[in-house]
């Protein structure tokens, strides 16, 4: 058996894969790391065995398994929390963190809110947002940070669009969330079930909030208990939602500009973007570490993944896989089925918002292409910071000029 490798590891280019991740390529599908803190756990960096094993029923989502891996002390502090901020935690990974036959109940609900057209319905008002976040980028002049100025914010006021939350709740309603993971948060868990109970007694709610409203009602769920279960699922939403498109935005345009052919291309045709979202998605993969802990002994090629062993799917590597992509670490825009790749996940657990996030990421990399033609890096791009510590993929900044 080789040397386990430390994982997570910072990257040193945005959109590539840790530098210290090249054994684990090497010995794909099936490898050892280390955690910070000294256990040991498997990463999958295959993906044909990635999607095997998210589609196992051994392989669980339960986070409140005592086995479950950790990739960070940040990580391991969360679980340290107060009785309320655990409530409160407890209730943002109802979906994520549970699984089949309870998984499956949620989803169904979770699933009736994105129906009927909510993408189509809501596209003019994420244009509206994308198209006011990045006068406001353009006014404040040149250069900008694209995350603080641009990424983060038009995801997160495309997020409120498509939850219904109006315009001038939004302050609100970010300032209550916040405070969710603070010493106040059995308070502001209070007022945000009344604020969605207050929504929908006032008039036919829109978005998420109203096509929510509707579908517990349709399952009978009592009227006093609706909004909390409401309330749960648009927060599963935001917090599912704002870092991991916000960071494929960023990221994605950091490796936009360090492609100028490709670029060039783009701005040629912009009927290749909705297969650009997915290829830039493809290559930064933010979310670069799903994981999951053995509930069972499964046996992958002569290799045992033991019950109570945690596993991390790293999906750097996982979407860069030679045998499923030619030429893996190119961007390329003509690849025969550009939405094939797993940075949505895989399995039951497949991101629920991939249609949205595509959207928003569309009506993001259009616009900025559209309305600034000389949209380039301001700095080295060696000098790009990333977050470091984290498998969740973010920049620091990402300084631009136009
Ligand atoms: C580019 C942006 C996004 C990326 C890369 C992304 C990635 C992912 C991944 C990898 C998973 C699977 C996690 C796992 O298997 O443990 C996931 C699940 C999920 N995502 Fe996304 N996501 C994005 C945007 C969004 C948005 C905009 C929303 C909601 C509006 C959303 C809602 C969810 C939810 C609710 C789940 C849990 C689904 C379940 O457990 O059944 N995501 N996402």
């Given at each position: 058996?080789?040397?386990?490798?430390?994982?997570?590891?910072?990257?040193?280019?945005?959109?590539?894969?840790?530098?210290?991740?090249?054994?684990?390529?090497?010995?794909?599908?099936?490898?050892?790391?280390?955690?910070?803190?000294?256990?040991e756990a498997w990463a999958v960096t295959g993906y044909a065995l990635t999607r095997r094993l998210l589609a196992d029923p051994r392989i669980s989502s339960d986070h409140s398994d005592p086995a479950w891996p950790v990739a960070n002390a940040a990580a391991a502090a969360a679980q340290k929390f107060g009785e309320d901020?655990?409530?409160?935690?407890?209730?943002?990974?109802?979906?994520?963190?549970?699984?089949?036959?309870?998984?499956?109940?949620?989803?169904?609900?979770?699933?009736?809110?994105?129906?009927?057209?909510?993408?189509?319905?809501?596209?003019?008002?994420?244009?509206?947002?994308?198209?006011?976040?990045?006068?406001?980028?353009?006014?404040?002049?040149?250069?900008?940070?694209?995350?603080?100025?641009?990424?983060?914010?038009?995801?997160?006021?495309?997020?409120?669009?498509?939850?219904?939350?109006?315009?001038?709740?939004?302050?609100?309603?970010?300032?209550?969330?916040?405070?969710?993971?603070?010493?106040?948060?059995?308070?502001?868990?209070?007022?945000?079930?009344?604020?969605?109970?207050?929504?929908?007694?006032?008039?036919?709610?829109?978005?998420?909030?109203?096509?929510?409203?509707?579908?517990?009602?349709?399952?009978?769920?009592?009227?006093?208990?609706?909004?909390?279960?409401?309330?749960?699922?648009?927060?599963?939403?935001?917090?599912?939602?704002?870092?991991?498109?916000?960071?494929?935005?960023?990221?994605?345009?950091?490796?936009?500009?360090q492609h100028p052919e490709q670029l060039a291309e783009l701005r040629a045709d912009p009927s290749l973007l909705p297969a650009a979202v997915d290829e830039l998605s493809r290559l930064?993969?933010?979310?670069?570490?799903?994981?999951?802990?053995?509930?069972?002994?499964?046996?992958?090629?002569?290799?045992?993944?033991?019950?109570?062993?945690?596993?991390?799917?790293?999906?750097?590597?996982?979407?860069?896989?030679?045998?499923?992509?030619?030429?893996?670490?190119?961007?390329?825009?003509?690849?025969?089925?550009?939405?094939?790749?797993?940075?949505?996940?895989?399995?039951?657990?497949?991101?629920?918002?991939?249609?949205?996030?595509?959207?928003?990421?569309?009506?993001?990399?259009?616009?900025?292409?559209?309305?600034?033609?000389?949209?380039?890096?301001?700095?080295?791009?060696?000098?790009?910071?990333?977050?470091?510590?984290?498998?969740?993929?973010?920049?620091?900044?990402?300084?631009?000029?136009?």
């Amino acid at each position: 058996m080789t040397d386990p490798v430390a994982f997570p590891q910072n990257r040193t280019c945005p959109y590539r894969p840790a530098p210290g991740y090249r054994p684990l390529a090497e010995r794909r599908p099936l490898s050892r790391i280390t955690l910070y803190d000294g256990r040991e756990a498997w990463a999958v960096t295959g993906y044909a065995l990635t999607r095997r094993l998210l589609a196992d029923p051994r392989i669980s989502s339960d986070h409140s398994d005592p086995a479950w891996p950790v990739a960070n002390a940040a990580a391991a502090a969360a679980q340290k929390f107060g009785e309320d901020q655990k409530k409160v935690i407890g209730r943002l990974t109802a979906l994520v963190g549970v699984d089949d036959p309870e998984h499956r109940a949620r989803r169904e609900v979770a699933e009736a809110g994105f129906r009927a057209g909510l993408i189509d319905a809501v596209r003019p008002k994420l244009q509206e947002v994308v198209d006011r976040q990045l006068a406001d980028m353009v006014a404040h002049g040149a250069p900008a940070d694209l995350v603080s100025a641009f990424a983060s914010p038009a995801a997160l006021g495309s997020l409120y669009a498509a939850l219904g939350i109006p315009r001038e709740d939004q302050e609100y309603f970010k300032q209550k969330t916040q405070q969710l993971f603070g010493p106040a948060a059995a308070g502001a868990y209070d007022e945000l079930v009344a604020y969605v109970a207050k929504q929908a007694g006032q008039h036919p709610a829109d978005g998420l909030l109203g096509a929510y409203l509707a579908a517990v009602a349709d399952r009978g769920t009592p009227a006093d208990a609706a909004p909390a279960e409401v309330l749960q699922l648009l927060l599963i939403m935001l917090v599912s939602g704002h870092h991991t498109t916000s960071s494929s935005i960023a990221i994605g345009a950091s490796a936009l500009l360090q492609h100028p052919e490709q670029l060039a291309e783009l701005r040629a045709d912009p009927s290749l973007l909705p297969a650009a979202v997915d290829e830039l998605s493809r290559l930064v993969a933010v979310t670069d570490g799903v994981q999951r802990v053995a509930v069972a002994d499964i046996e992958v090629g002569g290799t045992t993944i033991a019950k109570g062993d945690g596993v991390f799917f790293v999906l750097s590597l996982i979407n860069r896989d030679e045998e499923h992509y030619r030429q893996p670490d190119a961007l390329d825009w003509h690849r025969p089925d550009p939405g094939d790749h797993l940075s949505y996940g895989s399995g039951p657990h497949r991101c629920l918002g991939l249609d949205l996030a595509r959207t928003i990421m569309e009506i993001a990399f259009g616009t900025l292409l559209e309305r600034l033609p000389g949209l380039r890096l301001a700095e080295a791009a060696a000098e790009i910071p990333v977050q470091p510590g984290e498998s969740f993929q973010g920049l620091v900044e990402l300084p631009v000029t136009w």
